[in-house]
DNA sequence: GTTTTGTGCTAAATCAATTTAGCAACGATC
DNA sequence: GATCGTTGCTAAATTGATTTAGCACAAAAC
């Protein structure tokens, strides 16, 4: 109401209005147990902090306590990618739900920027910190506290931190398992990554996509024509690649894109081909970015759970959840139009 | 190094480490100017900081001094929009300069959620408050802190906070000049939105962008051959838009999109009609997303200036620039393939 | 009637910093 | 030789919460 020039209520006020001491207006606004203060006393204090709109100071709750009610949150990259922007609001949503606020910081992938990002998060004095990578990996990350609870999203490290990632395995049986039940007897991959190849085990993420899918398709009645690698996972690359598939004569009744991206391109060759995904043969894709939305006909795809990812690191961090070894998170196939009946 | 089970280094850690007391060194690490204490001492302090990895407890500072060089950004939208993210890069990067961090919060566009988290950074007393809006309108805002500095991005309130906008005059200017360059005579607008017609108060930045538009042709030698309305701005608007106009007959020397999303839909009708856009006409777009790079041929877009925006608007709360009325951001014109030479 | 137990509450310490007022020692001034 | 000024430094107050130890009084037990 009215603003005044009042400086903040403490709980000194608090006290003074209600006529109780400090102590009494902490214990029972804490509703500490084994306190024994009357019920005449409780009301008092209960009713001059609601009417004076008290309000704790944050900063002395966390100096006395050693608790900040903050979590950390370090990203390699906020703006770039598609993604951490909604992992940032699982984040959020389930701090916010935990009564915690998000400290974030991005490190553009920089390791000095990471160094720097540890330093200011552990000043602040974070109660816990969650790594979101934006590209699934392998990776050797310097010091990090070992005092708070930490958990990486969407990549490993060689010291076996705690980690969320998403269950590219049932996506991959998923995808084909939905490609079978159209009756599609042939498909192809458009594209495992030249560079991952070299590398399996810096790309898991990667590297299991593509494994749990030639792995599914073994047990399925589906016929794989051929796998086209690319150099990236851009629209560019899945032009060049299903152009080139096309241009050898397949015609499969299936096209599985490694990500949406790469679909967008597909759907351009398949134009010049004058073949309509959806009608003339099924495409399906992983990611669910929000051009999958946009391309005509709309892109069925499997979504990246990055919201839910975020979710499940900060229940992690704050221990209403396993806190160890690898939390898979499931990847929710989005139907759309791109999948013939 | 050694992590030990040793609590964090405090000040009187480092006070007995160099035969100081608090005080001095409290002044020696901050430079107080003033205090004269010899060059050995300030060495022996200096170094046995550094040795001990001194880091002051920003808790303790904070209530100390009753600033938390903490900023807050309140975002309606974090996830669903594609421009957010370069918003908080913006922000986190100017933040970090200024040794400032972020407390982040997201509302849904939901009122209630607005005032949660106000309460709530109001509470963890951050210096300074930036509330970014993803569609630009005239706000009615609770009511806000009095006593600590607060911009609006991307949008007025009735109130007349400080606000940072990108300058949408210029860039319908520029947007006309450069058509105008490629000897273009005759143009179409695609598509001001019925729904701001109406209101247009309510919509400034789309408002502007039209008036903007209408203005430049006005004074240059293009001839708008008219102006086809959109339900919404997303691709398939566009492409109906997009084949209407082509179905009167009409075919404009180029194209000017309310944005890249009905830029793209206007692709996929001119690609019907057999148009390239960059050979048989120029398109012309307003936003810069990710998609304007994915399209072929890429779209010449004027962009959303979304990063700097917040870097200004961090600055503007940090006193570091002007910090009242309307601060117009350049819209910078990305040039790709898709204006004819 | 004295001791014990329990009830209702509070004074004071604590967290880790910053800052003010001022002490002690020494040389300079009159 | 007393006074003053300067230099180098520090004790103690302060910020706003939480928590421990314990006080004063009343009822119960012996």
Redesign the pocket.
């Known amino acids: 109401m009215s603003a005044e020039k009042s ?9 003074e209005a209600s ?9 029972i ?2 509703n ?1 147990p084994g ?4 019920a ?3 009301k008092r204090v209960r009713e001059a902090a609601e009417r004076l709109g ?4 944050v ?3 966390s ?4 608790k900040t009610r903050t979590l950390g949150f370090i990203s390699d990259q906020v703006t770039v990618t598609r993604f951490a922007s909604a992992m940032i609001t699982g984040i959020l949503r389930a701090a916010a739900d935990n009564d915690h606020t998000v400290l974030i910081t991005e490190t553009r992938g920089e390791p000095a920027e990471l160094t720097k990002a540890l330093d200011q998060l552990r000043q602040r004095d974070v109660d816990g910190l969650i790594l979101g990578f934006m590209d699934s990996r392998l990776r050797d990350l310097p010091e990090l506290p070992e005092d708070r609870p930490v958990v990486l999203v969407n990549s490993h490290d060689v010291q076996q931190h705690p980690s969320v990632m998403p269950d590219e395995n049932a996506a991959g049986r998923q995808a084909v398992e939905r490609l079978a039940q159209t009756g599609a007897r042939t498909v192809a991959l458009v594209g495992a990554l030249r560079a991952a190849q070299s590398s399996p085990e810096s790309y898991p993420g990667i590297t299991r996509r593509f494994a749990a899918l030639n792995q599914a398709l073994d047990n399925s009645p589906l016929h794989l024509l051929g796998q086209w690698e690319l150099e990236d996972w851009n629209p560019a690359d899945g032009y060049v690649a299903t152009t080139q598939l096309l241009a050898q004569g397949h015609r499969p009744d299936a096209l599985i894109c490694a990500n949406d991206r790469v679909a967008m391109g597909a759907y351009q060759a398949l134009a010049e081909h004058r073949l309509t995904p959806g009608a003339d043969l099924s495409v399906i894709s992983f990611d669910d970015e929000v051009i999958a939305g946009y391309l005509r006909p709309q892109l069925t795809t499997i979504a990246l759970p990055y919201e839910q990812m975020g979710v499940r690191a900060v229940r992690s961090v704050l221990g209403q959840q396993e806190h160890s070894g690898e939390q898979l998170i499931d990847m929710p196939l989005i139907e759309r139009q791109s999948v013939r009946d």
Chains 1, 2 share one sequence.
């Open positions: 400086k903040r209520v403490t709980l000194a006020d608090v006290a006529g109780m001491s400090k102590a009494s207006v902490s214990l606004l804490n500490r306190s024994r203060l009357s005449a006393a409780v008290y309000r704790p100071n900063a002395a709750q100096l006395r306590l050693g």
